[in-house]
Each structure stands twice: as structure tokens, then as C-alpha cells.
């Protein structure tokens, strides 16, 4: 009686790390888009560079499968909410100073907060005269930053 107990007992320890290894092989979920927190960017941020669509596409690229764009309704599964905290960029390259995007995200799995990051880039190019150029940069620097965090 103790063994068969025992043999269940080791079967479901077994089970645990595989159901941990099939959800964590499970592709993270982010948005197309990701969103502003109120008052964040100016018009020119919002309405013309697209910071929050190509910063998604980094995301998606940096990650290589691991992390795909599409909404779980429900919650259910992995989901990385994040939300652009920081946006300035101003054209005119070193002259205009520096440029910077800082990205909150919170990793959930079936609705439960499991991390949380704050991350922050910043350039002071010279010769990227263009401010949704320079965003476009940050970006992708970011979306390599969620990748290794």
C-alpha cells in the first residue's frame, strides 16, 4: 500500500515540472499597440512616430517566438501588459538634446501578477535629425531589453 502511494505520490512531483515547462513554452502575449499612460507624448509621439506599434514589433522580433501579438479576453495564459510611462524626442539630433522612452510591464499568467519591470532607454545621437527616427531606435533597444529581462 505505502509503494502504491508513494509511486503516485512521484507521479504527480514528475507531472508538476512538466506542466511548469508546457506553460512556459506557451508564446507570451503583448498588444499590436502599446498604450500611453495619461498625459505621456506630445501630439508628434502619438499621432506621427507610432512609439507604441514599433516597439511591439521589436518585442515580437527580439523574442523569436517567444512572444506573439494577440489579447487573451479572459486572462487566461501568459500576458505582458506594459504601458509607455516616459516619451520625448524632438528633431534636430544633439542639438535638441536628449531623446528617451522608460516602459512599464507586468508578466501575467491566468490573471496573476507574476513580474514586473521598469525599463528606460535614452540617445543623444548626433547626426539622427528626425524624432520618430530616434524613437524607432529606442524602441528597438527596448524591445531587446523585455527580451532579456
Same mark, same amino acid.
Given at each position: 500500500?505505502?509503494?502504491?502511494?508513494?509511486?503516485?505520490?512521484?507521479?504527480?512531483? =514528475?507531472?508538476?515540472?512538466? #506542466?511548469?515547462?508546457?506553460?512556459?513554452?506557451?508564446?507570451? =502575449?503583448?498588444?499590436?499597440?502599446?498604450?500611453?499612460?495619461? *498625459?505621456? %507624448? /506630445?501630439?508628434?509621439?502619438?499621432? &506621427?512616430?507610432?512609439?507604441?506599434?514599433?516597439?511591439?514589433?521589436? @518585442?515580437? +522580433?527580439?523574442?523569436? %517566438?517567444?512572444?506573439?501579438?494577440?489579447?487573451? &479576453?479572459? *486572462?487566461?495564459?501568459? !500576458? #505582458?501588459? #506594459?504601458?509607455?510611462?516616459?516619451?520625448?524626442?524632438? /528633431?534636430? *539630433?544633439?542639438?535638441? /538634446?536628449?531623446?528617451?522612452?522608460?516602459?512599464? *510591464?507586468?508578466?501575467? &499568467?491566468?490573471?496573476?501578477?507574476? %513580474? !514586473?519591470?521598469?525599463?528606460? +532607454?535614452?540617445? !543623444? +545621437?548626433?547626426?539622427?535629425?528626425?524624432?520618430?527616427?530616434? =524613437? &524607432?531606435? @529606442?524602441?528597438?533597444?527596448? %524591445?531587446?531589453?523585455?527580451?532579456?529581462?
Amino acid at each position: 500500500m505505502k509503494s502504491i502511494h508513494a509511486a503516485a505520490l512521484a507521479a504527480v512531483f =514528475l507531472c508538476v515540472p512538466a #506542466l511548469q515547462a508546457q506553460a512556459a513554452g506557451a508564446p507570451i =502575449l503583448i498588444t499590436a499597440d502599446v498604450p500611453y499612460r495619461e *498625459g505621456v %507624448g /506630445g501630439e508628434l509621439i502619438r499621432d &506621427e512616430c507610432h512609439f507604441g506599434q514599433y516597439l511591439s514589433q521589436s @518585442i515580437v +522580433r527580439h523574442a523569436d %517566438g517567444a512572444v506573439v501579438v494577440g489579447d487573451s &479576453e479572459d *486572462g487566461a495564459g501568459r !500576458n #505582458l501588459h #506594459l504601458v509607455v510611462t516616459k516619451a520625448h524626442a524632438a /528633431g534636430g *539630433g544633439a542639438i535638441s /538634446g536628449p531623446k528617451w522612452g522608460r516602459i512599464y *510591464g507586468e508578466l501575467k &499568467e491566468d490573471g496573476k501578477v507574476v %513580474g !514586473n519591470f521598469t525599463l528606460k +532607454r535614452s540617445t !543623444n +545621437r548626433p547626426f539622427t535629425f528626425r524624432a520618430c527616427t530616434t =524613437l &524607432e531606435q @529606442i524602441a528597438d533597444a527596448l %524591445g531587446g531589453d523585455v527580451v532579456r529581462w
